[in-house]
């Protein structure tokens, strides 16, 4: 089932955004070689529940930390522990809240200490695809046209999009429909119409599309242990357009 929000439930969702969009920003300037991911953990927890929300992913489907923290050829869903950052990788942060029932979901791609031009590329490849996603949401069009946008930019630097892992609804539960592919064909999918509220987040990497999911069950990387960037926001649809929530 696809939601219509009513304005008041859009409002907690929205404050629920804006507490992890603050929540990545305090947490940038700990993101340098030497901290652990499980210190960046404890940080965004700490954060999170000083601000009057409770951690979005910790419990969830068993999940056991507040951040998903991955790492270079990690695509998503790394779980922080002891391993210490080292100048030269990239780290991606997804981080979930909870307000009065709410959820907000936030993901970015941050450089630790000094990286390449390939790599700096494509991380702003990455950002600017979820940009150009975001930017085709209006009442009207339809969930492929999102895709399509991504999916076209980011193929044109001969980059990899993940296909396995895709944007969703977002509300009362973390994951809702409809699913948001960051591929498509356009004036496919699912009609988008004012009150929805989508996660968009790409998932882009230096080599194959393919991924895998590590013994543990939860980190998914590369196949071909290419680099992987990921960046995500929480939007709503308004009657002119889109409203980015986690801005």
Not at 115 to 139: A, H, M
Not at 147 to 165: M, T
Not at 215 to 223: K, L, R
Request: net charge negative.
């Amino acid at each position: 089932m696809i939601y219509i929000r009513e304005p008041w439930e859009i409002k907690n969702i929205y404050k629920s955004s804006q507490i992890i969009k603050d929540t990545l920003e305090y947490l940038e300037k700990y993101i340098k070689p030497g901290v652990t991911t499980i210190e960046l953990d404890r940080i965004a927890e700490n954060f999170i529940r000083d601000n009057e929300a409770l951690p979005g992913f910790k419990g969830l489907y068993g999940y056991p930390a507040t951040i998903c923290a991955s790492i270079d050829d990690e695509v998503v869903h790394g779980i922080p522990c002891n391993r210490v950052l080292e100048n030269g990788q990239i780290i991606s942060l997804d981080i979930g809240a909870i307000y009065n029932g709410y959820y907000g979901d936030h993901a970015k791609t941050f450089i630790v200490g000094d990286v390449s031009k390939e790599i700096e590329q494509l991380i702003e490849v990455t950002r600017e695809s979820l940009n150009r996603g975001v930017s085709v949401i209006k009442p009207g069009k339809y969930i492929g046209d999102i895709g399509y946008e991504i999916q076209n930019y980011v193929e044109s630097f001969g980059y990899g999009i993940v296909r396995e892992l895709v944007g969703h609804g977002i509300g009362e539960k973390l994951h809702e429909d409809p699913q948001i592919p960051n591929y498509g064909i356009k004036n496919n999918g699912f009609e988008i119409k004012e009150g929805m509220c989508f996660a968009i987040e790409p998932m882009v990497t230096l080599g194959s599309y393919e991924v895998f999911t590590k013994e543990d069950q939860w980190t998914v990387c590369t196949v071909d242990s290419s680099l992987a960037a990921h960046f995500e926001h929480t939007v709503t649809v308004t009657k002119d357009g889109v409203k980015v929530l986690t801005k």
